[in-house]
């Protein structure tokens, strides 16, 4: 299914007014996609009521005060996924929180194909059945989110280091999510953790 049939609700989260017209324009100017565009300083100006089932896509600078995606998930309630918008330098461990990386000195092509795999992925997982992960897979899926090792989420279920990895590689296949950051939107999405009890 196409997404010239949706309107797309993106949340940007940035408070340079430069920068923030600078991905708008680039945004607006795409022809396959029907953007709407909500513009944000900081995670602060955002309240709950607004956003659960609105916005589709979060573009955010990872510099802002909590700006992590959990941190957005759990004051929002909002599972979606969230890019990161790039023009400092991040350690490595801030960006892999986010499902993917938008620089700023990127082309407006890498920009907006970036953008629409990503919503063209929540669409796609939202309109294709999936089949059910087993209740030993959602055990090792919820340790999975909480950033437990093979090891530890074998000792925690009593079970071999094999048996985790082959459901780690069975939950991947059945939910066509690799990321950490991926499966937690899954997780909370599909109400197998709660966001509110949930810690990072």
């Known amino acids: 299914m196409g997404l010239d049939k949706y309107r797309i609700n993106i949340a940007i989260i940035e408070p340079s007014a430069i920068v923030y017209e600078g991905l708008s324009n680039i945004l607006l100017q795409e022809g396959e996609a029907n953007y709407s565009l909500f513009h944000y300083e900081s995670l602060d100006e955002i309240s709950s009521e607004e956003l659960p089932g609105k916005i589709d896509l979060?573009?955010?600078?990872?510099?802002?005060?909590?700006?992590?995606?959990?941190?957005?998930?759990?004051?929002?309630?909002?599972?979606?996924?969230?890019?990161?918008?790039?023009?400092?330098?991040?350690?490595?461990?801030?960006?892999?929180?986010?499902?993917?990386?938008?620089?700023?000195?990127?082309?407006?092509?890498?920009?907006?194909?970036?953008?629409?795999?990503?919503?063209?992925?929540?669409?796609?997982?939202?309109?294709?059945?999936?089949?059910?992960?087993?209740?030993?897979?959602?055990?090792?899926?919820?340790?999975?989110?909480?950033g437990f090792s093979n090891k530890e989420i074998a000792d925690q279920l009593n079970i071999s280091i094999h048996t985790v990895i082959s459901h780690r590689k069975n939950i991947v296949q059945k939910t066509g999510i690799k990321s950490q950051s991926g499966l937690t939107i899954y997780a909370i999405s599909n109400r197998i953790i709660n966001i509110d009890d949930f810690q990072e």
């Open 58 to 146: 979060v573009i955010a600078n990872p510099s802002l005060n909590g700006m992590k995606p959990f941190e957005f998930q759990r004051k929002t309630g909002a599972a979606v996924p969230c890019v990161a918008l790039v023009y400092l330098f991040f350690e490595r461990e801030v960006i892999d929180l986010f499902d993917a990386v938008i620089q700023i000195t990127d082309s407006p092509e890498v920009i907006t194909a970036t953008i629409h795999n990503l919503v063209s992925l929540k669409y796609l997982c939202k309109s294709e059945p999936q089949e059910q992960l087993t209740p030993r897979e959602t055990d090792v899926l919820k340790h999975l989110v909480k």
